[in-house]
């Protein structure tokens, strides 16, 4: 089970349970003996770099952070407690040719991902990576890249 917190302004767009909906969807099916707790922050681009200088020690602003925090052992199951910070301004900034809505699905599938396990340092697990993004947002309705 995901439970999720959200922080900051939900885009008018992007509904707060759909947000929750498709946590779930994704954490159940890559990593189903783990239940997690996560807060999402939504946030604007100064605020991001001050995170991103903070943790990562870059000095610029990104479109998403995830921090896999401590794993609980609650007599046989499992709870991850999980952070999410995504940039909005930042999200739009890189839409391209999607839509605000392609690329934010995009973005917090990409961080639920790194959550559940995955990495994109090694090319090999970049491309791994990379497959379960497109799975995903395929069956996600309206998460589908453009072009």
């Known amino acids: 089970m995901t439970s999720l917190e959200i922080q900051g302004e939900t885009p008018d767009s992007i509904q707060a349970e759909l947000i929750e909906d498709i946590a779930e969807y994704i954490l159940s099916r890559e990593a189903a003996d783990t239940d997690y707790q996560i807060a999402l922050l939504l946030t604007d681009s100064t605020q991001m770099r001050e995170y991103n200088r903070k943790f990562r020690g870059a000095d610029v602003a990104t479109d998403v952070l995830s921090f896999e925090g401590e794993m609980l052992d609650l ?68 998460a589908q890249k453009r072009g």
């Open 75 to 142: 007599g046989g199951r499992n709870l991850r407690l999980c952070d999410i910070i995504i940039d909005t301004n930042q999200v739009l900034r890189q839409k391209g040719k999607n839509t605000y809505n392609e690329e934010f699905w995009q973005v917090l599938i990409h961080a639920l991902l790194h959550l559940a396990g995955y990495d994109h340092i090694k090319p090999a697990d970049k491309k791994k990576m990379e497959d379960a993004e497109e799975n995903y947002r395929k069956q996600i309705p309206g």
